[in-house]
Protein backbone atom coordinates (compact mmCIF):
# COMPACT_ATOMS: atom_id res chain seq x y z
CA UNK A 1 0.00 0.00 0.00
CA UNK A 2 1.43 3.29 -0.75
CA UNK A 3 2.08 5.85 1.54
CA UNK A 4 0.71 9.39 0.69
CA UNK A 5 3.72 11.86 -0.06
CA UNK A 6 3.46 14.83 2.58
CA UNK A 7 4.55 18.05 0.50
CA UNK A 8 5.69 20.62 2.99
CA UNK A 9 6.21 24.42 2.69
CA UNK A 10 9.59 25.93 1.17
CA UNK A 11 11.40 28.92 0.11
CA UNK A 12 12.24 29.55 -3.26
CA UNK A 13 13.74 32.07 -5.64
CA UNK A 14 17.25 33.54 -3.85
CA UNK A 15 17.31 35.55 -6.75
CA UNK A 16 14.12 37.37 -6.65
CA UNK A 17 11.50 37.41 -9.26
CA UNK A 18 10.04 39.62 -11.75
CA UNK A 19 6.73 39.51 -13.12
CA UNK A 20 5.57 41.40 -16.09
CA UNK A 21 2.94 38.84 -17.30
CA UNK A 22 -0.24 37.19 -16.03
CA UNK A 23 1.00 34.02 -17.26
CA UNK A 24 3.76 34.16 -15.33
CA UNK A 25 1.47 35.05 -11.85
CA UNK A 26 -0.54 32.09 -12.96
CA UNK A 27 2.06 29.62 -13.63
CA UNK A 28 3.81 30.13 -10.43
CA UNK A 29 2.32 27.44 -8.20
CA UNK A 30 3.13 25.41 -10.94
CA UNK A 31 6.70 26.04 -11.28
CA UNK A 32 7.51 26.73 -7.58
CA UNK A 33 4.83 23.96 -5.90
CA UNK A 34 4.64 24.67 -2.07
CA UNK A 35 6.68 27.90 -2.25
CA UNK A 36 5.33 29.89 0.67
CA UNK A 37 8.41 32.02 1.13
CA UNK A 38 10.13 33.78 -1.86
CA UNK A 39 13.82 34.80 -0.39
CA UNK A 40 14.65 37.59 -2.88
CA UNK A 41 12.82 40.43 -3.84
CA UNK A 42 9.40 40.37 -5.54
CA UNK A 43 8.71 43.16 -8.61
CA UNK A 44 5.68 43.50 -10.59
CA UNK A 45 4.94 45.57 -13.19
CA UNK A 46 2.62 45.53 -16.14
CA UNK A 47 1.46 48.45 -17.82
CA UNK A 48 -1.66 46.39 -19.51
CA UNK A 49 -1.43 42.79 -18.69
CA UNK A 50 -2.01 41.79 -15.10
CA UNK A 51 -5.17 41.93 -13.83
CA UNK A 52 -4.70 39.59 -10.42
CA UNK A 53 -2.26 38.19 -8.42
CA UNK A 54 -4.37 34.62 -7.55
CA UNK A 55 -1.50 32.61 -8.44
CA UNK A 56 0.98 34.32 -5.55
CA UNK A 57 -2.00 32.82 -3.31
CA UNK A 58 0.42 30.80 -1.40
CA UNK A 59 3.32 33.17 -0.37
CA UNK A 60 3.47 34.44 3.52
CA UNK A 61 6.73 35.34 3.34
CA UNK A 62 9.03 37.88 1.05
CA UNK A 63 12.49 38.40 2.28
CA UNK A 64 13.48 41.19 -0.33
CA UNK A 65 11.53 44.04 -1.06
CA UNK A 66 8.26 43.75 -2.75
CA UNK A 67 7.89 46.50 -5.20
CA UNK A 68 4.28 47.30 -7.68
CA UNK A 69 4.88 49.69 -10.41
CA UNK A 70 3.06 50.98 -13.62
CA UNK A 71 0.53 48.12 -13.48
CA UNK A 72 -2.23 49.97 -14.79
CA UNK A 73 -4.92 46.85 -15.38
CA UNK A 74 -4.99 45.73 -11.39
CA UNK A 75 -7.69 47.09 -8.90
CA UNK A 76 -7.15 45.33 -5.86
CA UNK A 77 -4.07 42.93 -4.39
CA UNK A 78 -6.16 39.68 -4.06
CA UNK A 79 -3.94 37.06 -4.15
CA UNK A 80 -1.35 38.21 -1.62
CA UNK A 81 -3.70 38.22 1.25
CA UNK A 82 -1.97 35.57 3.18
CA UNK A 83 1.32 37.66 3.05
CA UNK A 84 2.02 38.45 6.16
CA UNK A 85 5.81 39.41 6.57
CA UNK A 86 8.07 41.33 3.83
CA UNK A 87 11.64 41.61 4.64
CA UNK A 88 12.45 44.79 2.67
CA UNK A 89 10.80 47.82 1.14
CA UNK A 90 7.01 47.90 0.32
CA UNK A 91 6.54 49.95 -2.46
CA UNK A 92 3.49 50.73 -4.93
CA UNK A 93 3.91 53.49 -7.58
CA UNK A 94 1.99 54.72 -10.59
CA UNK A 95 -0.70 51.80 -11.07
CA UNK A 96 -3.48 53.82 -11.98
CA UNK A 97 -6.27 51.82 -11.52
CA UNK A 98 -5.27 50.34 -7.96
CA UNK A 99 -8.44 50.91 -5.68
CA UNK A 100 -7.61 49.67 -2.54
CA UNK A 101 -4.88 47.76 -0.40
CA UNK A 102 -7.35 45.55 2.00
CA UNK A 103 -5.84 42.19 0.90
CA UNK A 104 -2.90 43.26 2.68
CA UNK A 105 -4.86 42.68 5.85
CA UNK A 106 -2.90 39.85 7.30
CA UNK A 107 0.59 41.64 6.92
CA UNK A 108 2.25 42.63 10.11
CA UNK A 109 5.96 43.68 9.44
CA UNK A 110 8.28 44.92 6.93
CA UNK A 111 11.76 45.99 6.80
CA UNK A 112 12.07 49.17 4.93
CA UNK A 113 10.43 52.24 3.93
CA UNK A 114 7.38 52.32 2.71
CA UNK A 115 6.08 54.08 -0.25
CA UNK A 116 2.74 54.50 -1.83
CA UNK A 117 2.93 57.32 -4.54
CA UNK A 118 0.71 58.13 -8.37
CA UNK A 119 -1.74 56.12 -7.43
CA UNK A 120 -4.30 58.22 -8.62
CA UNK A 121 -7.98 55.87 -7.97
CA UNK A 122 -6.32 54.62 -4.46
CA UNK A 123 -8.81 55.76 -2.07
CA UNK A 124 -8.16 54.35 0.99
CA UNK A 125 -4.58 52.45 3.12
CA UNK A 126 -7.09 49.83 4.73
CA UNK A 127 -4.84 46.83 4.80
CA UNK A 128 -2.15 48.21 5.99
CA UNK A 129 -3.54 48.68 9.45
CA UNK A 130 -2.11 45.88 10.91
CA UNK A 131 1.69 46.82 10.23
CA UNK A 132 4.05 47.09 13.01
CA UNK A 133 5.21 50.87 13.08
CA UNK A 134 8.58 50.22 14.52
CA UNK A 135 9.27 47.85 11.26
CA UNK A 136 8.78 51.23 8.67
CA UNK A 137 11.72 53.02 8.45
CA UNK A 138 10.73 56.39 6.13
CA UNK A 139 7.34 56.81 5.09
CA UNK A 140 6.66 58.04 1.46
CA UNK A 141 3.13 59.09 0.46
CA UNK A 142 2.75 61.55 -2.07
CA UNK A 143 0.48 62.55 -4.98
CA UNK A 144 -2.30 60.05 -4.59
CA UNK A 145 -5.27 62.29 -5.78
CA UNK A 146 -8.13 60.31 -4.78
CA UNK A 147 -6.66 59.33 -1.27
CA UNK A 148 -8.23 61.73 1.63
CA UNK A 149 -8.11 59.41 5.14
CA UNK A 150 -4.84 58.27 6.16
CA UNK A 151 -5.92 58.04 9.85
CA UNK A 152 -5.31 54.00 10.09
CA UNK A 153 -3.29 52.57 12.83
CA UNK A 154 -0.30 51.74 11.56
CA UNK A 155 0.43 55.57 10.03
CA UNK A 156 -0.76 57.21 13.00
CA UNK A 157 1.66 55.29 15.03
CA UNK A 158 4.54 55.83 13.00
CA UNK A 159 3.81 59.28 12.91
CA UNK A 160 3.42 59.08 16.37
CA UNK A 161 7.38 57.84 16.87
CA UNK A 162 8.99 57.52 13.31
CA UNK A 163 11.70 55.81 12.53
CA UNK A 164 13.01 57.88 9.35
CA UNK A 165 11.99 60.72 7.23
CA UNK A 166 8.46 61.42 6.30
CA UNK A 167 6.49 62.95 2.73
CA UNK A 168 2.47 63.30 2.88
CA UNK A 169 1.16 65.38 -0.29
CA UNK A 170 -2.49 63.57 -0.83
CA UNK A 171 -5.99 64.84 -1.33
CA UNK A 172 -7.53 67.22 1.44
CA UNK A 173 -7.48 64.97 4.12
CA UNK A 174 -4.12 63.32 3.90
CA UNK A 175 -2.20 66.13 2.44
CA UNK A 176 0.59 67.10 5.41
CA UNK A 177 1.70 65.32 8.32
CA UNK A 178 0.17 67.66 10.65
CA UNK A 179 -3.48 66.92 9.22
CA UNK A 180 -3.45 63.27 9.62
CA UNK A 181 -2.15 63.52 12.99
CA UNK A 182 -4.49 66.03 13.91
CA UNK A 183 -7.34 63.22 12.56
CA UNK A 184 -4.85 60.37 14.10
CA UNK A 185 -6.03 62.18 17.86
CA UNK A 186 -9.76 61.51 17.18
CA UNK A 187 -10.14 58.06 14.87
CA UNK A 188 -7.46 55.62 14.07
CA UNK A 189 -5.42 54.80 16.71
CA UNK A 190 -7.96 52.32 18.84
CA UNK A 191 -10.16 51.88 15.20
CA UNK A 192 -10.40 49.36 12.78
CA UNK A 193 -11.62 50.38 9.34
CA UNK A 194 -14.97 48.64 8.71
CA UNK A 195 -15.99 47.02 5.28
CA UNK A 196 -19.65 48.99 5.64
CA UNK A 197 -19.91 50.98 3.24
CA UNK A 198 -21.00 54.76 3.95
CA UNK A 199 -22.72 56.97 1.34
CA UNK A 200 -23.68 60.46 1.75
CA UNK A 201 -26.31 61.71 -1.17
CA UNK A 202 -26.27 64.21 -2.81
CA UNK A 203 -22.80 64.98 -2.42
CA UNK A 204 -21.62 68.04 -3.13
CA UNK A 205 -25.10 68.98 -1.19
CA UNK A 206 -26.04 72.94 0.32
CA UNK A 207 -28.03 72.51 3.73
CA UNK A 208 -28.41 68.70 4.36
CA UNK A 209 -27.04 65.17 2.84
CA UNK A 210 -28.48 61.89 3.44
CA UNK A 211 -26.55 59.38 5.00
CA UNK A 212 -26.67 55.63 4.44
CA UNK A 213 -25.32 52.68 5.53
CA UNK A 214 -26.00 48.73 6.07
CA UNK A 215 -25.23 47.00 9.12
CA UNK A 216 -24.51 42.80 9.27
CA UNK A 217 -25.54 42.79 12.64
CA UNK A 218 -27.30 44.35 15.48
CA UNK A 219 -24.94 47.13 16.84
CA UNK A 220 -24.65 50.56 18.67
CA UNK A 221 -23.80 53.38 16.21
CA UNK A 222 -22.34 56.28 16.50
CA UNK A 223 -21.91 59.41 13.12
CA UNK A 224 -19.41 62.12 14.01
CA UNK A 225 -18.12 64.83 11.21
CA UNK A 226 -14.70 66.44 10.94
CA UNK A 227 -13.56 69.65 9.31
CA UNK A 228 -10.52 69.03 7.21
CA UNK A 229 -8.48 70.20 10.16
CA UNK A 230 -10.10 67.43 12.64
CA UNK A 231 -12.28 69.03 14.80
CA UNK A 232 -15.49 67.80 15.43
CA UNK A 233 -18.36 69.77 14.09
CA UNK A 234 -21.02 66.90 15.12
CA UNK A 235 -21.58 64.16 16.93
CA UNK A 236 -24.38 62.20 17.09
CA UNK A 237 -25.95 60.00 20.03
CA UNK A 238 -25.43 56.33 20.59
CA UNK A 239 -27.64 54.13 19.26
CA UNK A 240 -28.98 50.84 18.78
CA UNK A 241 -29.88 49.74 15.44
CA UNK A 242 -30.86 46.63 13.90
CA UNK A 243 -29.40 44.64 11.07
CA UNK A 244 -30.09 45.93 7.64
CA UNK A 245 -29.95 49.28 5.41
CA UNK A 246 -30.16 52.59 7.29
CA UNK A 247 -30.70 56.22 6.47
CA UNK A 248 -30.69 59.52 8.15
CA UNK A 249 -30.51 63.16 7.19
CA UNK A 250 -27.51 65.26 8.20
CA UNK A 251 -28.22 69.15 8.03
CA UNK A 252 -25.18 71.70 8.45
CA UNK A 253 -26.79 74.98 7.44
CA UNK A 254 -24.87 76.53 10.03
CA UNK A 255 -21.13 75.05 9.02
CA UNK A 256 -19.17 77.09 6.21
CA UNK A 257 -18.34 75.39 2.33
CA UNK A 258 -16.20 73.30 2.58
CA UNK A 259 -14.69 69.63 3.18
CA UNK A 260 -16.50 67.40 5.72
CA UNK A 261 -14.94 63.70 7.11
CA UNK A 262 -18.49 61.62 8.32
CA UNK A 263 -17.40 58.47 9.88
CA UNK A 264 -20.01 55.84 11.50
CA UNK A 265 -18.56 53.88 14.43
CA UNK A 266 -20.37 50.69 14.56
CA UNK A 267 -19.34 47.24 16.28
CA UNK A 268 -17.60 46.46 12.82
CA UNK A 269 -15.14 49.26 13.04
CA UNK A 270 -14.96 52.90 11.32
CA UNK A 271 -16.35 54.00 8.12
CA UNK A 272 -15.72 57.15 6.55
CA UNK A 273 -17.31 59.41 3.84
CA UNK A 274 -16.32 62.02 2.08
CA UNK A 275 -18.65 64.96 1.95
CA UNK A 276 -18.73 68.55 0.32
CA UNK A 277 -20.82 71.37 1.34
CA UNK A 278 -21.19 74.14 -1.64
Not at 102 to 108: R, S
Not at 194 to 201: D, G, K, R, V
Request: net charge negative; with cysteine; glycine share 6%.
Amino acid sequence: MLTPQILLAQSCLPEGIRFIRQTQVDSFPILYPNCTEIEGNVEITSTNDIVNLHGLNAVTAIGGELLMVDCNTLQSLNGLNNLQSIDGALSFVSNDNLINLTALQNLKSIGGHLTVSWNYRLKSLSGLDSIDAETIDNLHMIYNDSLSWCAILSICEYLANPNGNILLSNSIGCESVEVVEEFCSHVGISEKISETQLLAYPNPFSASTTIEYELKEISSIQFTVYNVIGEVVYTSEDRMMPQGRHTFTWSCESLPEGMYYGVLRSEEGASVVKMIKQ
